[in-house]
Nanobody
Framework: QVQLVESGGGLVQAGGSLRLSCAAS????????MAWFRQAPGKEREFVAA????????YYADAVKGRFTISRDNAKNTVYLQMNSLKPEDTAVYYC?????????????????????WGQGTQVTVSS
C-alpha cells in the first residue's frame, strides 16, 4: 500500500521558517514528479511547488517563488519543502503529492489532477 506521510508543520511567526518533509512508502517515486499543494480554510487546494525525478527541474507558484524551495532525496524516497519568510497568507494545510507515471515535460505539474497519490496533510499556521 502506497503511503505519503507529511511532517514538519506547526505554528510560526511571520518572517520565520519551516521545513516540511514527505516520506513515501509502498513504492519508489524516483522516476516520478512529486509536489506540494496547500489548502486554506474556505479555499480550493492550490499548487505550491513541484520537482522532477532528478531534482533538476522545479516549478513554483508565483506566491511562493523566492521564498520556498522544493528538494528531494530519492535514496530516502522523500521530498522536502523549505519555507522561508513565511507570511500569514501561507497558513494552510500542506499536502504532498506524487505522480504515478515517470516524469515528462508534457505533463501539467501544477494541476492537482495530475497526481494519483496524496498525503494526509500537515497544518502550517503563520501568526502576524
Amino acid at each position: 500500500q502506497v503511503q505519503l506521510v507529511e511532517s514538519g508543520g506547526g505554528l510560526v511567526q511571520a518572517g520565520g521558517s519551516l521545513r516540511l518533509s514527505c516520506a513515501a512508502s509502498g513504492r519508489t517515486f524516483s522516476s516520478n514528479a512529486m509536489a506540494w499543494f496547500r489548502q486554506a480554510p474556505g479555499k480550493e487546494r492550490e499548487f505550491v511547488a513541484a520537482i522532477s525525478w532528478s531534482g533538476d527541474t522545479t516549478y513554483y507558484a508565483d506566491a511562493v517563488k523566492g521564498r520556498f524551495t522544493i528538494s528531494r532525496d530519492n535514496a530516502k524516497n522523500t521530498v522536502y519543502l523549505q519555507m522561508n519568510s513565511l507570511k500569514p497568507e501561507d497558513t494552510a494545510v500542506y499536502y504532498c503529492a506524487a505522480d504515478s507515471v515517470p516524469f515528462s515535460s508534457y505533463r501539467i505539474y501544477f494541476a492537482a489532477s495530475t497526481y494519483n497519490y496524496w498525503g494526509q496533510g500537515t497544518q502550517v499556521t503563520v501568526s502576524s
